[in-house]
């Protein structure tokens, strides 16, 4: 069913952002909750901290942010006890956008020095510490936008994705172990990444392709009007180039 967007409405989950919201990922709320404002879309963002309920039923977008292995550890035992709740939403196409140790806590386990941090199991991967941290720039081709994704990575975790779908493939940077050249994982409607930033606001259409799915699910079949992102447009070509000259 077709719908104006000024008619939708769209709520935004961000999971404990008082424990996970290293490097800026609070900014990937922002470009969220602007660009459906900007179409005339009525967002509202609902934070959860470390001590409130998550009924994902209410939720259109989830995002996980970054954190430490010792804030990684007292999420997932939050998560712990909805994880078949977590689990219910991202098999019924539930949009997720989850972001280092986010993304880490997506998969089955992070092996570390100090020992191993279970995971949620939402998305067949695993994670083991490497000897040097991988900081850098990085610039992927996704299969998601047709723009470059630029973005900074700084993370000590190694992840393996077991042949699922990769976000994209590593133009420049690490990504995912620093060897096998592709950076992410895509699950249904889920987004696994290392990329800070924040990563929306450098890439508007990665933002859009999340509010578009969020509402398919929601309203069924339908069309984002456009924004002018020619500044975005400028800074993604100007970064893209520096790296890759």
């Known amino acids: 069913m077709k719908q104006h967007t000024q008619t939708m409405q769209l709520t935004i989950g961000h999971l404990y952002p008082d424990l996970l919201n290293l490097y800026g990922d609070r900014g990937n709320i922002a470009c969220l909750?602007?660009?459906?404002?900007?179409?005339?879309?009525?967002?509202?963002t609902i934070e959860f901290e470390s001590e409130d309920t998550v009924d994902f039923k209410k939720l259109d977008i989830v995002l996980l942010g970054g954190g430490s292995d010792r804030e990684q550890i007292l999420v997932c035992r939050k998560l712990k006890k909805i994880q078949a709740d977590f689990k219910t939403y991202v098999e019924d196409n539930g949009v997720v956008l989850a972001v280092c140790g986010g993304y880490q806590l997506l998969g089955k386990y992070y092996e570390t020095r100090e020992g191993t941090i279970e995971g949620l199991d939402l998305v067949d991967l695993y994670?083991?510490?490497?000897?040097?941290?991988?900081?850098?720039?990085?610039?992927?081709?996704?299969?998601?936008?047709?723009?470059?994704?630029?973005?900074?990575?700084?993370h000590g975790g190694r992840t393996f994705i077991n042949g699922s779908r990769p976000f994209g493939k590593v133009l420049y940077g690490s990504g995912n172990d620093g060897e096998s050249g592709y950076e992410g994982?895509?699950?249904?409607?889920?987004?696994?990444?290392?990329?800070?930033?924040?990563?929306?606001?450098?890439?508007?259409?990665?933002?859009?392709?999340?509010?578009?799915?969020a509402l398919e699910r929601k309203y069924g079949s339908l069309?984002?009007?456009?924004?002018?992102?020619?500044?975005?447009?400028?800074?993604?070509?100007?970064?893209?180039?520096?790296?890759l000259k």
């Open 33 to 44: 909750m602007k660009r459906c404002q900007w179409r005339g879309i009525n967002a509202r």
């Open 127 to 154: 994670t083991k510490q490497g000897k040097d941290r991988l900081i850098d720039n990085i610039v992927l081709q996704s299969p998601l936008c047709s723009m470059p994704i630029v973005g900074f990575e700084n």
């Open 185 to 213: 994982v895509i699950y249904k409607n889920v987004i696994g990444t290392y990329l800070h930033g924040p990563l929306l606001p450098k890439n508007p259409q990665l933002c859009d392709y999340l509010i578009q799915k």
């Open 223 to 243: 069309k984002l009007p456009p924004l002018d992102d020619s500044q975005e447009r400028e800074a993604n070509t100007y970064m893209v180039q520096r790296l």
